[in-house]
């Protein structure tokens, strides 16, 4: 099942933005992860679907929050103080396996992803 994310844009450094990703629930680990142009795909943050415990990047910590509201099966992340280094393609990703959220993230561990949403922060 292919998710699907909205809530990407354009803003100026110091800004918010919130992402969401639909048909996330019943998978142990639910991440985002961002790619910028001419970088690998790397993990920002995830959240364990069973209990909840949340895990981010050196990079976002303090600045982004990822969460799940099971009872409209959809996934979050809220940015908040964006920097021009965040601006990248964002992507939603689960997978069925808790060892997934082993940190740091690697992406060949999760079978499902969104189609990714543009983030620019100038």
């Known amino acids: 099942v292919q998710l699907v994310e909205s809530g990407g844009g354009s803003v100026q450094a110091g800004g918010s933005l919130r992402l969401s990703c639909e048909r996330t629930s019943g998978y142990y680990c639910i991440a985002w992860f961002r790619q910028a142009p001419g970088k690998e795909r790397e993990g920002v943050a995830r959240i364990h679907g069973a209990h909840g415990s949340t895990f981010y990047a050196d990079s976002v910590k303090g600045r982004f929050t990822i969460s799940q509201d099971n009872t409209k099966n959809t996934l979050y992340l809220q940015m908040n103080n964006l920097k021009p280094v965040d601006t990248a393609t964002y992507y939603c990703?689960?997978?069925?396996?808790?060892?997934?959220?082993?940190?740091?993230?690697?992406?060949?561990?999760?079978?499902?992803w969104g189609q990714g949403t543009q983030v620019t922060v100038s």
């Open positions: 990703a689960a997978a069925r396996s808790a060892f997934s959220c082993s940190w740091p993230l690697v992406s060949a561990r999760f079978e499902n």
